[in-house]
Structure formats: C-alpha cells, structure tokens
C-alpha cells in the first residue's frame, strides 16, 4: 500500500476516534469533540491532495449525480428509518409518546450535525477502500472489508454487546454496496446520513421507550440486510465492468 495512503489513513482514523472518544465516553458535550470531527472531515481535503492531487474527490466524492446520489439516499433511508421503527412498534419493542413539534432550525441543526460525522465517517470506512487498494477489489471484497472497517471504527461501542456489533456490520453492508454500485462515496453518504438524521429527528419529536434495546438493535440490521439485499442486486443485474478503484 502506497505510504501516502496509510499515513493519510491513520492520521484522520486518529482525529475521527479522538472526536468520537470525547463525545461519546469521556466528555459528553464537550464542543472539543463535535470540533475534532470537523477537523477529522476538513483534513480529508489536504490529505486527498496530498495522495493524488484530487483533495475529497481522492475518496469518491464526485461531482457528476452527486446531488442526485445524495438525495436519493437521503430520502431512502429516512423511509427505511420510518420501516424500522413502524416494525418495532408493531412487534411492541418500542412505545411512543406523544408527538412534540420540531423548529425548521431544530432540523437544520440535526442535519448539520450529522451530515459532517457521516461524511468524515464514509470517508475512512468506504473512501479510502473506493479507491487506493493494492489491488482492485470486486463487489464482495469490497463490502465485506468496508463492512468489517466500519463495525471496528466503532470501538468506543464495544462494550455494547454483540447485537450492537452485528447491527453496525449490517449498516456497513448496506452502505458500501451503494458506494460500489454508483461508483461514488455520495451514495454511501446519502443512506448514512438519512439514517441517522431521521434517528435523530424522531428521537426529539417522537421520544420512545425501548422495551428491549437487543432487539430494537436487531430490527435496525435487518431492515438495512433488505436495503443491502436490494442493493447487492442491483449490482449484480447491472454487472459492472468498471472496478470502483479506477473511479
């Protein structure tokens, strides 16, 4: 692997799990952390540049369908997110409580604040995999290690049981088989980020009690195994001909 890559790598892995450490076990509300991910997500451009010259389109992130791409993610994942939690009320996993009303600036704030963690996120876990790789990786390598990358990124929740791991394995499935199948990060970004704008979104408007958090977990991962079902197919009718190391 060209060094470039590996120190590039490790130096926003660094940045991203420091931001990520103070904000979720060490100072909860600390702006030190939400600070750090913006760092983690503006070092991506010298970093890019400093690898091939391309700053944030080194990682996949394209300006042809990039709106489209984004968008369309977006939207699909917030009715996915709807799914999953139409699911778990059905199953009696969850219970809602009445419905509060959120400001226009309450979900400009929400999308802010996930959009920058997501992007910053799909850049270590599906950006550098896209594209820098000694070797050019086909459809199921290539899930399966941004899958596995994405489920250890996550190592400030270990502790939180094999449910935790399983479902964040699933997500990464789910979205790395966008990043292949359109040949760019964005496709990857929309699903993240309207996956967790949504969670955000309705976990302020629509506050839940979760009778079993296991199982609420589980319901996430399969409802992402269907999007990755969907995708994977996709892919597999189209059949590419072009590796996504070569974007």
């Known amino acids: 692997m060209n060094k470039r890559v590996l120190l590039g790598f490790l130096l926003l892995l ?3 799990q420091a931001s990520e450490g103070l904000q979720t076990v060490v100072a909860r509300g600390n702006p030190l952390g ?14 890019g540049r400093w690898i091939d010259g391309s700053g944030w389109r080194a990682f996949g992130l394209l300006r042809p369908r990039w709106l489209g791409l984004l968008g369309g993610g977006l939207l699909l994942a917030i009715l996915a997110k709807f799914a999953a939690e139409a699911l778990a009320l059905g199953l009696g996993i969850e219970t809602f409580a009445p ?8 979900l400009g704030l929400l999308a802010l604040t996930t959009f920058i963690p997501s992007l910053a996120e799909d850049i270590l876990t599906r950006g550098f ?13 290539y899930v399966l290690a941004s899958a596995l990358l994405y489920t250890g990124n996550h190592l400030w929740r270990f502790d939180w049981g094999l449910t935790e791991q399983l479902r964040l394995f699933c997500l990464g499935l789910a979205y790395a088989a966008a990043a292949y199948r359109f040949r760019s990060l964005w ?3 929309g699903l993240h980020c309207g ?7 309705l976990s302020q408007a629509w506050p839940t009690t979760l ?7 589980l319901v996430s991962a399969a409802v992402h195994l269907l ?3 969907v995708i994977a197919g996709w892919v597999h009718a189209a059949q590419p001909a072009d590796n996504p190391s070569k974007v």
Do not use: E, H, I, Q
Request: positive net charge; proline residues 9%; charged residues 5%.
């Open 227 to 229: 999007l990755f079902a």
């Open 195 to 201: 996956w967790n704008f949504a969670g955000a979104a």
């Open 34 to 47: 939400p600070a750090l991910m913006l760092l983690a997500l503006a070092l991506a451009w010298p970093v």
């Open 99 to 106: 419905m509060l009303a959120l400001p226009v600036s309450a």
């Open 187 to 189: 496709a990857a970004v």
């Open 129 to 141: 995999l896209l594209r820098f790789t000694p070797k050019p990786l086909g459809f199921w390598a």
């Open 211 to 217: 009778a079993d958090a296991a199982s609420g977990r």
């Open 14 to 16: 660094v940045v991203y």
